[in-house]
């Protein structure tokens, strides 16, 4: 069973850049499909980005490609999420989530990480 700890939030202006890495324990990353989600207030939960167990698959929402990029440490056991350009918008909680292989559901989630962006 793996664990997940998102950390690298934080409050920028519009137009910076975090980096959120999430940290994978208890089992290796690469043996997991993993999802970066976020939930602004008073909104439902939306998939960012998510990278395939194998690495080979990779999906943003239409919202964040060209700004977002989702990447894999296997040496650090950690996915990270690049986010540039932030925009006000993207002010949320931002979660890293796992799902095994030929699994549809995310059934393992990190505590959460908060991105405030002001304008």
């Known amino acids: 069973q793996v664990q997940l700890v998102e950390s690298g939030g934080g409050s920028v202006q519009a137009g910076g850049s975090l980096k959120l890495s999430c940290a994978a324990s208890?089992?290796?990353?690469?043996?997991?499909?993993i999802g970066w989600f976020r939930q602004a207030p008073g909104k439902e939960r939306e998939l960012v980005a998510r990278?395939?167990?194998?690495?080979?698959?990779?999906y943003y929402v239409d919202s964040v490609k060209g700004r977002f990029t989702i990447s894999r440490d296997n040496s650090k056991n950690t996915v990270t999420l690049q986010m540039n350009s932030l925009k006000p918008e993207d002010t949320a909680v931002y979660y890293c989530?796992?799902?095994?292989?030929?699994?549809?559901?995310?059934?393992?989630w990190g505590q959460g990480t908060q991105v405030t962006v002001s304008s």
């Open positions: 989530a796992a799902r095994a292989r030929s699994v549809i559901e995310y059934a393992y």
């Open positions: 208890g089992s290796t990353v690469s043996s997991y499909g």
């Open positions: 990278l395939s167990w194998s690495g080979g698959s990779i």
